[in-house]
């Protein structure tokens, strides 16, 4: 095409006019934030402020920006029509509602929704019952160092992921690692601000907790569940609903009598050795005093209250042992279930509908509640027979629901990081000592050198088990100076080759540097210009 033929958006028209003419709106990423992807967008349109940037989304440059609970979502969609998004799966899909919504009488889930499609600003967090929780939200946006860097290799670009900033998420449910600060601060100070996590992540960036790992593991399984939950599309459900099933199993436990009067003090017992206090403080669910009011009376009694979903997690784990097994068992419908249980995936009907299958799956689902860091074949060593039943009789669900591949925590007890750390010195010193650049020189960072590395996550999440490696990975880094006079040494070296002569404005074209570059890079060029004049 040539130039002539391009069609400029007409720039009569006002810049937020233009957006539908652009008929741009960037791929939302899977689990990732509204907030987030409008971070993108800003950046991707290079609009002037963001003022212009929400003004063409929302028609009005006075929306506030919101993390969790966005709303006037109807006439955003509308403005991006050209993408046949609806206001449905926006929320489903990229707000935190789906992890509240089981957890909320109908009424008030519709009420909610409505709000987040049709009103400018609304008074949703008081709607969910959040302004009265004990349950703090983040201080920061949080992230996870390896998701980041994954989300840079897949997408070219990283987002803010919405299971990162759920209250009681410490640990990412994927990686096993704990999450870090980003810059961006909560509450928003700015309202209209949208920062992608390009302006806001280093990778110096302190971790939100650091703890031993009995703990990180506890929190693991929490963030697992909290996962689950927002992707299982569980509907509301009526008042009181969790309490009588919570006081079934109390019964059927003994921690509560025939009456299904609960039995507190026993209760609360059984639940400060199930969760230890230490955990309990940092995700903000302390139980300081039995005889007070707590989230666990609250939860096992009959009231018009709705409560935060980590207190039904807790409380569920402690019960169930894990959430997916309690929403299996009270045969609550999940998205998750139709999508496994769908009739392409399942075994003829016959066999399906027998308890058999029924126990048999229960019992594999269970073994991995019991064994979550297991692969497949850990699984089977554990229960031979059972797998090759399922293998025989129930093979497409197996697939389905079985560890697709090995998690990536390691154990401290089985490894020795001692000989993992000089194995590892070793491989990175080969790397840097063959650090291609014929093609395109590629500076020295931590990311690139790691992600030559064959097991680089350890060195991101474990950089103090290696410590000899560490050191040389910091040795080696390149500032941007740095790389510039090794590119400005390798095209010097080059022309000198052909026996060119070297003038300036060669070396800046073909090193390609530009004429912003640091005194000592400028100082640099002249150096080597007047060695190729004295020769
Ligand atoms: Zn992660």
């Known amino acids: 095409m040539k130039l ?15 957006i539908e003419m652009l008929g741009y709106f960037p791929l939302l990423y899977k689990d990732e934030l509204l907030y987030s992807t409008i971070s993108r967008l800003h950046i991707h349109t290079g609009f002037a402020n963001y003022k212009t940037t929400i003004k063409c989304l929302f028609g009005k440059d006075s929306m506030r920006a919101t993390i969790d609970f966005p709303t006037n979502l109807d006439v955003l969609t509308k403005n991006i029509s050209f993408k046949t998004i609806t206001s449905d799966k926006l929320i489903d899909e990229h707000t935190m509602f789906p992890l509240y919504q089981p957890f909320l009488p109908i009424d008030r889930a519709n009420d909610i929704k409505d709000k987040m499609k049709t009103k400018n600003n609304g008074s949703i967090h008081a709607k969910i019952g959040l302004s009265a929780s004990r349950i703090s939200p983040h201080t920061h946006l949080l992230f996870c160092q390896s998701c980041y860097d994954e989300d ?6 990283a987002y803010w992921h919405r299971i990162h900033q759920v209250p009681g998420v410490l640990v990412c449910p994927h990686h096993g690692c704990f999450l870090k600060k980003s810059g961006v601060k909560l509450p928003l100070v700015s309202y209209i601000a949208y920062i992608a996590p390009y302006y806001a992540v280093e990778r110096g960036s302190s971790y939100v907790i650091e703890s031993c790992l009995e703990i990180r593991d506890s929190l693991y399984l929490i963030a697992k569940d909290l996962d689950w939950l927002m ?5 509301a459900k009526p008042m009181n609903y969790y309490r009588e099933l919570y006081v079934d199993c109390l019964k059927h436990k003994k921690l509560a009598l025939p009456t299904r009067r609960v039995r507190q003090k026993a209760l609360i017992k059984a639940i400060r050795s199930f969760y230890s206090a230490e955990l309990l403080n940092m995700i903000g669910c302390d139980i300081l005093d039995e005889n007070e009011s707590n989230w666990v009376k609250e939860l096992t009694r009959k009231n018009r209250k709705t409560f935060h979903p980590l207190y039904h997690v807790l409380l569920i784990r402690f019960l169930f042992g894990s959430v997916m097994k309690f929403f299996e068992e ?8 139709t999508i496994k249980g769908s009739s392409k995936t399942q075994p003829k009907k016959s066999v399906v509908n027998s308890d058999t299958v029924k126990n048999k799956r229960t019992d594999w689902l269970k073994l991995q509640e019991v064994y979550p860091l297991y692969t497949r074949k850990e699984l089977r060593k554990v229960a031979g027979n059972l797998y090759m039943w399922l293998y025989r009789n129930d093979k497409e669900w197996l697939q389905l629901n079985s560890p697709t591949r090995k998690t ?18 070793e491989e990175v010193k080969q790397i840097c000592l063959e650090w291609n650049d014929s093609v395109k020189p590629v500076r020295k960072s931590i990311h690139s050198i790691i992600k030559r590395v064959k097991r680089g996550y350890l060195l991101v999440n474990y950089p103090d088990k290696l410590p000899l490696t560490n050191a040389f990975l910091m040795s080696q880094i390149e500032t941007v100076e740095e790389f510039q006079i090794r590119r400005i040494k390798n095209v010097t070296e080059e022309l000198r080759k052909e026996n060119q002569i070297i003038s300036e404005w060669q070396i800046y074209r073909k090193a390609g540097l530009r004429s912003t570059v640091t005194e000592k890079v400028r100082q640099f060029i002249t150096y080597e210009v007047n060695i190729g004049v004295r020769r």
């Open 330 to 337: 009270t045969n609550l419908p999940s998205k998750k279930d």
């Open 4 to 18: 002539s033929e391009f069609v400029y958006p007409d720039t009569s028209l006002p810049v937020w006019e233009r």
């Open 231 to 235: 992707n299982a599309n569980l509907s």
């Open 152 to 157: 840079f290799e897949k997408c070219g670009e």
């Open 408 to 425: 990536t925590i390691p154990s401290y007890n089985r490894v020795n990081w001692g000989e993992r750390d000089k194995a590892m010195l």
